[in-house]
């Protein structure tokens, strides 16, 4: 582009951006009636993948991808909130916000306890993220090398970041997709500690090593003609976790969009070992990591005290094929419930299970029992959980206007059917039924219920559906066809809605 084409698009983009940001001028909301009680959603605008996820000093930090300008997708930052409990969250200021290298896709954060990357102190180690900066020009010129990955650094905990001089750490080799750096440290055999990052290239996910966080040496890749290639592989992580049998597994998160088992976004699993850079995967079944069709990108917390002892995970609670035009107005998408993520056997097979985390159950404010058939819900916000005792089970949650949305167990399929659930228009796929076999034992189903969406956990997590519910007038009943004893119904109102300055809540 010569100059005068410069001028011309930095002009046409100061002119529009100015405009854009008059017409999303907006006073964030919590009385719109899909605000979430106890899931996290940005206090305005847009948000998508969980981000930076870090634990530190008795706070779990969750950055965000976020556009606070608008309710759709755009130049990306990352937003921030913190929670000491897993389910008050309490959103900061924006963290990173784009600049001359990009604007700032995900990635994630690691507390580097020995300051190898020397962006702290010995006394003071830094926390830093890793990320994806996309360059938007490029990209509209026709490069193909427009993502590349950077770093950031907090030395006060999280609270203020500072990009580091010598971005980007890691450029790029000439492959369109190029993201979602996921970093954790690993010890190798000789005893030394590394760094390792996965990260998402096209179709495949490569394993880079760094001494350092700045240093960046290509290990090896996986996944060419491996796995479900119905889009392309975002948002990779690999997880070191213990099976039944006391072996070590270890285990590969990627998500894909489009090409999920029901339409749109989804994350997949793949087990096995991995050594210097080569993942091997134990056969070549495709697994999900969710049923339902409303949970992308997810990942997990670094830096979570041994003790706990637990692989703390939370996703995205949406679609990309609708996710920009669901209908809420002052913001955008929640994230689902933190989840536990563990392996379990089936016959022989390893399988990924994630249970709410335990916190959830410090947030249930009354318990109630349920005797008999049905019961109205003390609120909107609750947990239903049920024993199962039968082949096939039925639980169906509905309003005074005829909506409802069931869950079942029939012929060795668990179903959750939103199918008359409310508003739909606004995309041909969303009023769907979503099913999943199930040829194990169903114990157990605990279904979590929010303004806008339904979580269903099987067996505490053997088998999970998340999905967006958008009923025109909260839900009010729970009616038990078959199968389900001992029902209890939690509840777990408002926990977490953001605390909005008092003139904004209208
Ligand atoms: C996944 C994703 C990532 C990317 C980010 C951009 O939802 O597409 O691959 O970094 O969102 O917002």
């Given at each position: 582009?010569?100059?005068?084409?410069?001028?011309?698009?930095?002009?046409?983009?100061?002119?529009?951006?100015?405009?854009?940001?008059?017409?999303?001028?907006?006073?964030?909301?919590?009385?719109?009636?899909?605000?979430?009680?106890?899931?996290?959603?940005?206090?305005?605008?847009?948000?998508?993948?969980?981000?930076?996820?870090?634990?530190?000093?008795?706070?779990?930090?969750?950055?965000?991808?976020?556009?606070?300008?608008?309710?759709?997708?755009?130049?990306?930052?990352?937003?921030?909130?913190?929670?000491?409990?897993?389910?008050?969250?309490?959103?900061?200021?924006?963290?990173?916000?784009?600049?001359?290298?990009?604007?700032?896709?995900?990635?994630?954060?690691?507390?580097?306890?020995?300051?190898?990357?020397?962006?702290?102190?010995k006394e003071n180690p830094p926390l830093v993220a890793i990320f994806t900066y996309h360059n938007a020009v490029g990209e509209k010129e026709g490069a193909i090398d427009f993502q590349t990955q950077g770093l950031a650094y907090s030395v006060d905990k999280g609270k203020t970041w500072s990009k580091y001089a010598a971005n980007p750490v890691l450029l790029n080799p000439g492959i369109r997709d190029f993201r979602d750096p996921k970093v954790t440290q690993i010890t190798k055999e000789d005893g030394k500690k590394v760094w390792l990052m996965t990260l998402a290239a096209k179709d495949r996910i490569q394993f880079y090593e760094s001494p350092n966080l700045k240093v960046w040496t290509l290990l090896g890749e996986f996944g060419q003609g491996i796995g479900a290639h119905g889009g392309v592989w975002e948002c990779p992580e690999l997880l070191f976790l213990k099976a039944p049998d006391g072996s070590q597994k270890w285990v590969l998160l990627v998500s894909m969009n489009p090409g999920g088992p029901q339409k749109g976004s989804a994350t997949q699993y793949f087990i096995g070992d991995f050594n210097r850079g080569v993942f091997t995967p134990d056969d070549t079944m495709i697994r999900w990591l969710d049923y339902g069709p409303d949970n992308y990108a997810g990942v997990t917390w670094a830096n979570l005290p041994k003790e706990q002892n637990r692989t703390l995970w939370i996703?995205?609670?949406?679609?990309?094929?609708?996710?920009?035009?669901?209908?809420?107005?002052?913001?955008?998408?929640?994230?689902?419930?933190?989840?536990?993520?563990?392996?379990?056997?089936?016959?022989?097979?390893?399988?990924?299970?994630?249970?709410?985390?335990?916190?959830?159950?410090?947030?249930?404010?009354?318990?109630?029992?349920?005797?008999?058939?049905?019961?109205?819900?003390?609120?909107?916000?609750?947990?239903?959980?049920?024993?199962?005792?039968?082949?096939?089970?039925?639980?169906?949650?509905?309003?005074?206007?005829?909506?409802?949305?069931?869950?079942?167990?029939?012929?060795?399929?668990?179903?959750v059917d939103r199918r008359k659930a409310g508003k739909a228009n606004f995309n041909r796929d969303f009023a769907a039924a979503h099913s999943a076999p199930m040829s194990w034992k169903a114990e157990s189903v605990r279904v979590f219920l929010d303004a806008s969406s339904i979580e269903v956990f099987v067996n505490d997590g053997e088998l999970v559906f998340t999905s967006l519910l958008f009923p025109t007038s909260p839900w009010k009943k729970v009616t038990l066809i078959q199968g389900l004893d001992d029902v209890e119904i939690l509840d777990l109102q408002e926990s977490s809605k953001p605390s909005l300055e008092k003139k904004a809540d209208n």
């Open positions: 582009m010569n100059l005068k084409g410069w001028l011309i698009a930095a002009y046409t983009s100061l002119f529009f951006g100015a405009c854009a940001q008059k017409e999303i001028k907006f006073t964030p909301s919590n009385s719109e009636p899909f605000r979430p009680g106890y899931h996290f959603s940005p206090k305005q605008g847009w948000m998508n993948d969980p981000n930076g996820l870090v634990y530190l000093d008795g706070e779990y930090h969750l950055f965000f991808q976020h556009y606070p300008d608008s309710t759709v997708w755009g130049p990306m930052h990352w937003g921030h909130a913190v929670s000491k409990d897993l389910v008050t969250w309490e959103e900061l200021p924006i963290a990173l916000f784009p600049d001359s290298l990009g604007t700032i896709f995900s990635g994630s954060a690691v507390y580097d306890a020995e300051n190898s990357s020397e962006l702290g102190t996703g995205w609670m949406s679609n990309w094929d609708y996710a920009q035009v669901v209908p809420t107005k002052t913001w955008r998408s929640a994230l689902t419930l933190p989840r536990e993520i563990s392996l379990f056997d089936v016959d022989g097979t390893l399988l990924l299970k994630s249970a709410p985390a335990i916190e959830l159950e410090k947030a249930r404010k009354t318990t109630y029992e349920l005797s008999g058939e049905e019961s109205l819900l003390p609120s909107p916000f609750v947990e239903i959980s049920a024993e199962i005792t039968q082949e096939n089970f039925s639980m169906t949650l509905s309003n005074e206007l005829g909506e409802e949305v069931v869950i079942n167990k029939e012929m060795g399929l668990v179903t």
